[in-house]
C-alpha cells in the first residue's frame, strides 16, 4: 500500500466557540444567516463534509447549544472552558486536553468562520499529510495568515498548557517546521465580528 493509500492516523477538527462576542452585540453563535442556519450550524457543517471527528469547546453555560450539536452531521464531541472568559488559549486548551489521548493530530478553527471553502479544507489536510503529518500546516490568503492550523500530535501537550489569549500563536512561532501554504480563498480570513459581516463574506 502507498503512503498516498495508507489509512490517516486518528485525528480530526477542534471548533473553539467559548468566545463571548461582545463586539456582535448578542450570541453570534446563535446568529441566522441569510440561508436559515445559525453561524456555528453553518461552520461545524462545513466542517464535517471534510475530516471524520469534530470536537467544539463551548462554556459550561451552554448545554441547551450542546444538545443541538450533538444532533449535527458527524456527530461533534463537546469540550468544555471553565475559564473561556480568560482567554482563547484557555479554550484551546481544554479543547487538546478533551482529544489529546485519542487524535494524533488536530486542525484549529474558530466557530465565528463560516466560509471557508470545503475544498480548502480537504486541500490544506492534503499538505499535512503529504508533509508526514510533522509539520504545522497554515493557510495564507494573499500574505495573511487563516484558520484552519493543523498540528502533529507533537504539539498537543503544548497546547493543553496554554493560558492568555493568544491561542496557538506561541506554538506556530515557535514550531521548526512550518508550512504556510497559499489558497485562493477568502473564506480563511473571514471571522464574523458583526450582524453586518455575516451577511456579506
Not at 487538546?96 to 489536510?125: C, H, K, N, Y
Request: glycine share 10%; hydrophobic share 40%; proline share 7%.
Amino acid at each position: 500500500m502507498s503512503a498516498e493509500q495508507a489509512p490517516r492516523p486518528n485525528g480530526g477538527a477542534l471548533i473553539l466557540a467559548a468566545g463571548f462576542g461582545r463586539r456582535f452585540g448578542s450570541d453570534k453563535r446563535m446568529h441566522r444567516l441569510p440561508d436559515g442556519r445559525t453561524l456555528l450550524e453553518a461552520t461545524l457543517e462545513r466542517y464535517a463534509e471534510a475530516y471524520a471527528e469534530l470536537c467544539v469547546v463551548l462554556r459550561p453555560d451552554d448545554e441547551s447549544l450542546a444538545r443541538q450539536i450533538r444532533a449535527l452531521p458527524g456527530n461533534p464531541e463537546i469540550a468544555v472552558s471553565h475559564d473561556a472568559e480568560l482567554g482563547m488559549g484557555h479554550s484551546l486548551a481544554a479543547g487538546a486536553r478533551t482529544i489529546a489521548d485519542d487524535w494524533q493530530w488536530v486542525s484549529v478553527g474558530l466557530g465565528d468562520m463560516p466560509f471557508v471553502a470545503t475544498t480548502t479544507l480537504r486541500e490544506l489536510l492534503d499538505v499535512f499529510f503529504a508533509n508526514g503529518a510533522q509539520s504545522i500546516v497554515q493557510p495564507v490568503h494573499e500574505g495573511r495568515p487563516g484558520h484552519p492550523v493543523t498540528f502533529p500530535g507533537s504539539c498537543l501537550a503544548g497546547m493543553c498548557r496554554l493560558e492568555g489569549d493568544q491561542g496557538a500563536r506561541t506554538i506556530v512561532q515557535t514550531a521548526a517546521h512550518v508550512i504556510r501554504h497559499p489558497v485562493d480563498d477568502k473564506g480563511v480570513l473571514d471571522d464574523v465580528d458583526t450582524p453586518a459581516a455575516a451577511r456579506n463574506p
